[in-house]
Each structure stands twice: as structure tokens, then as C-alpha cells.
């Protein structure tokens, strides 16, 4: 006979989830859900597995993910057991266990450790600084230099690995024996819901938040195109400069909406936010606004004598490829992905095959 696990419900409420047991199983989360179907039904399953203390089952799920948290559930829930916000503590608690250095919890669980992790990043950056002389070309030459390296080293040693864990825990674990051939030819889920996320389109009046989400990933990522490989800040072409202000504008005002949202909390998305939340959308426009007037100020040749200015933005951007990108909630960006990918997967292989 099953034991229930009560201890689990109380880690959960330390990613958020707090109200999830006045749940009565009646089953309107699931009904009112534009997003569940026959195969993939949620909330309420994951509500029961909650409830019951299977971290297993939690565990080898890519449910929470299939999961875009439109508030509906939530909304309609006449316990009010918020499950919209249960299913977005899964995702916390699953990047958590994913990690391999056990850093995700700590920053989910944990504002006081956010904060004191950029601080410790802010003083070695200006130790750094100090130890140069502030000296500009250096500093820059070498804040360059830690944009490429940055991301090849946080891809590989801690991102990869975290990735392979997932499948581990969402594929092997339960059993799916998917064909090599399999991997290859749903490979263009991955990067299909990677570019596009794609699933979303499918919530209730969700397409202005698409495309708003849409225009921030795109322009995120044409950034870092611009400043990492056609070194935006040193790039004297017209084009490269007109590219680099339009997409680090086009940042910080998607970003701006974003705070401004969760700041006026009309949306049942923005009514409960976790810092991880905070940290993602907030140094994300900083991030924009710090390079744009860096850029401007290059051009003006006026940043020498602020040179402060440049070091802002370098201590922005180590704290996000340090800690936001791996460990905070940025990292759903990509788990989310990888689970279209691996549901995907799963599926390939039939149910015969599969042990559950």
C-alpha cells in the first residue's frame, strides 16, 4: 500500500505553491484548460500527485511544462487551490532537481541568496576593475572575451549536463525505449518550440502574450548575436550599429511591459511573483538599456570620462551569465524546449513498448 508523502507539500510551498491542497479533485482545472487533452491531462493530475507526495511521478513528468500558466485554471478554481501557480512551482522545483549543482533551488527557494549572489558578483567585478586600473581598452577587450567564453562554458559544464539529467529522468528512468531514428527526425520540435513556442498559441486569448514573448526571444537573441560575434560596441558598420540599437531598444521596452505587469498584477501570470521572476525580467532590461547607452556613448566618445557606465553593464551582464541564465528562470526557456522534444519522443514509442 502507498504511503502519502507530506514532507513533499511543504517543500513544494518553498517554490511557491501554497494553497494546491484545498484541492477536492473536482476536476474544473483540467476542464477549462485549452491546453489538456486525452494524452496530456493537467492540472489536476499533477494537483493528485502533489497532494499525494510522488516525487517520482513529478519527477518523470513533462507535464508542468506542456504548461504555459494562462491563469485560467486558476481563475476558475472554486477552492481557489490556485493550481496555475502549483504548476509553475513544479517547473521551479524540477529545475532544481535537474541541476546538478543544486544552485536552482538555492535562487528559487531563496531571495536572500539572490542577492547576495549578485553582490558577490558586483565586488569581484570591481576587484577586477581595480586590479586593471580601470583600464578601459583591457576591461572591454576582456568583457568580450567573457561574452564567448561565458556561454560555451555555461553550456557545457553546467547547462548540458542538466539536460542529459532530464532526459534521464523523463525518458530512460520510465522506461521509453525510443529508436535512434527517433531522435533525429523529432529533432525540428526542439528547435521549432525553441524559436517560436509555438504550444502557447493554443491558450485561451494568449496571442498578444505570444507575440510579446516572441519579440523578447528573438530580440534577446539577435542581441547577443550582435554584441558576442559582430562585437556591436568596436563595430564601426552602419548596419551592425542601426541593428544593435533597434534590438537593444526593442529589449528594454518588451521588458519594461513585463515589469510593468507583473508590477500592476491585472493578470493572474503576474499576481504571484517569485523573485527568480524578478531577477529574469529586470536585469534583462537593464541589460538593454546598459548597452544601448554604452553604444551611445561610444559614439558621442564621451564614455572614457564615464567609464562607470561600461562597468554597470559588464557587472549586469556577468550576473546574468552567471547566475540568471543558469540557474534562474531563464533556464525554463530551454527545459521547456527540451520537453516538447522529449514528450515528443515518448510518443514515438508505442505504448506496448513503453513501461509506465
Not at 215 to 240: A, H, K, P, Q, R
Not at 301 to 330: D, M, R, S
Not at 342 to 351: E, G, N, T, Y
Request: net charge positive.
Amino acid at each position: 500500500m502507498s504511503r502519502i508523502n507530506t514532507k513533499f507539500g511543504k517543500e513544494l510551498k518553498r517554490y511557491g505553491a501554497v494553497d494546491f491542497n484545498k484541492c477536492y479533485n473536482c476536476g474544473t482545472c483540467t476542464a477549462v484548460c485549452s491546453l489538456s487533452t486525452g494524452e496530456d491531462s493537467f492540472p489536476r493530475s499533477m494537483v493528485r500527485l502533489s497532494e499525494t507526495g510522488d516525487k517520482k511521478g513529478v519527477e518523470s513528468s513533462l507535464k508542468p511544462w506542456l504548461c504555459y500558466y494562462c491563469g485560467d485554471c486558476s481563475v476558475n478554481c472554486p477552492q481557489t487551490a490556485d493550481p496555475g501557480e502549483l504548476m509553475m512551482s513544479l517547473r521551479r522545483w524540477l529545475t532544481a532537481k535537474y541541476d546538478w549543482t543544486g544552485l536552482s533551488g538555492l535562487f528559487h527557494r531563496s531571495g536572500l541568496a539572490n542577492i547576495i549572489a549578485m553582490i558577490l558578483v558586483a565586488v569581484g567585478v570591481i576587484v577586477y576593475s581595480f586590479t586593471q586600473s580601470f583600464d578601459q581598452e583591457g576591461i572591454m577587450h576582456f568583457a568580450h572575451l567573457f561574452e564567448m567564453y561565458a556561454i560555451a562554458t555555461v553550456f557545457a559544464v553546467i547547462l548540458l549536463p542538466n539536460i542529459i539529467r532530464m532526459w534521464y529522468m523523463t525518458v530512460v528512468k520510465p522506461g521509453y525505449k525510443v529508436p535512434f531514428k527517433a531522435y533525429y527526425k523529432s529533432a525540428g520540435e526542439l528547435f521549432v518550440h525553441m524559436f517560436t513556442q509555438k504550444r502557447s498559441l493554443g491558450c485561451d486569448d494568449n496571442q498578444a502574450r505570444w507575440f510579446a514573448h516572441f519579440v523578447l526571444v528573438i530580440g534577446y537573441l539577435t542581441l547577443l548575436f550582435t554584441t558576442v560575434f559582430l562585437d556591436w560596441f568596436s563595430n564601426e558598420s552602419i548596419f551592425v550599429n542601426l541593428l544593435g540599437y533597434a534590438v537593444s531598444a526593442v529589449v528594454f521596452i518588451v521588458t519594461f511591459v513585463f515589469v510593468l505587469g507583473r508590477i500592476k498584477q491585472k493578470h493572474q501570470v503576474s499576481k504571484k511573483s517569485r523573485p527568480s521572476d524578478w531577477f529574469f525580467v529586470i536585469w534583462l532590461f537593464l541589460m538593454g538599456v546598459t548597452a544601448f547607452f554604452v553604444k551611445v556613448f561610444i559614439d558621442l566618445e564621451i564614455l572614457e570620462n564615464n567609464f562607470w557606465l561600461f562597468l554597470l553593464h559588464f557587472t549586469i551582464l556577468v550576473q546574468w551569465a552567471v547566475i540568471i541564465v543558469p540557474f534562474g528562470k531563464w533556464t525554463h526557456f530551454l527545459y521547456r524546449s527540451f520537453a516538447m522534444y522529449f514528450d515528443k519522443l515518448r510518443k514515438s514509442v508505442p505504448a506496448e513498448s513503453a513501461k509506465k
